[in-house]
T-cell receptor, first 113, second 108 residues
Framework: EAGVAQSPRYKIIEKRQSVAFWCNPI?????LYWYQQILGQGPKLLIQ????????DSQLPKDRFSAERLKGVDSTLKIQPAKLEDSAVYLC???????????FGSGTRLTVV | GIQVEQSPPDLILQEGANSTLRCNFS?????LQWFHQNPWGQLINLFY???GTKQNGRLSATTVATERYSLLYISSSQTTDSGVYFC??????????FGKGTKLSVKP
């Protein structure tokens, strides 16, 4: 089966610019997650979707980050405006139900200069 | 929130050696997973192990939920085992809380 697809693979932007990341989960996986991984740390959850509804966005900086999952399939994460501290790898993951079949994409490495 | 502590933070081994990685967590969980992040950044799910023992080839894991810890064993290590090993825990919703990881370097 195809894995979790993410694009772009790398992105460099200047601070205060906006950026968007795209994720296509494994077919049939109802749950989709966005994680932020800062260099040297473990991934931290930003937002969890169940189909096209938000389950948990308690750690999403809502003044600058937004995410949507239209039609319960692919998802977009946006940052506007970006700050230097947003430099990180943004990982998308999906699971069949609960934590069963948890699979990560390759991530998008964002550098804010 | 739940705290996850992994030890050791760094580990250097010669090829063929065995190792044990530890994960302690601060509260009861019904979900515990081990992941390997390879040098290119890809996270691979190794085990879903909220309790008990599982084995997959040279890797095995044990979780003692009542004592809030899990162990990952790597036997006969190979250079391809290098990378960062993460323990992640959670409850019923599915989102995971990750530890800071153990960075493993296997030398030929």
């Amino acid at each position: 089966e195809a894995g979790v697809a993410q694009s772009p693979r790398y992105k460099i932007i200047e601070k205060r610019q906006s950026v968007a990341f795209w994720c296509n989960p494994i077919s049939g996986h109802a749950t989709l997650y966005w994680y932020q991984q800062i260099l040297g740390q473990g991934p931290k959850l930003l937002i969890q979707f169940q189909n096209n509804g938000v389950v948990d966005d308690s750690q999403l900086p809502k003044d600058r980050f937004s995410a949507e999952r239209l039609k319960g399939v692919d998802s977009t994460l946006k940052i506007q405006p970006a700050k230097l501290e947003d430099s990180a790898v943004y990982l998308c993951a999906s699971s069949l139900r609960g934590s069963y079949g948890y699979t990560f994409g390759s991530g998008t490495r964002l550098t804010v200069v | 929130g739940i705290q996850v502590e992994q030890s050791p933070p760094d580990l250097i081994l010669q090829e063929g050696a065995n190792s044990t990685l530890r994960c302690n967590f601060s509260d009861s969980v019904n979900n515990l997973q081990w992941f390997h992040q390879n040098p290119w950044g890809q996270l691979i799910n190794l085990f879903y192990i909220p309790s008990g023992t599982k084995q997959n080839g040279r890797l095995s894991a044990t979780t003692v939920a009542t004592e809030r810890y899990s162990l990952l064993y790597i036997s006969s290590s190979q250079t391809t085992d290098s990378g960062v090993y993460f323990c992640a825990v959670g409850r019923s919703q599915g989102n995971l809380i990750f530890g800071k990881g153990t960075k493993l370097s296997v030398k030929p």
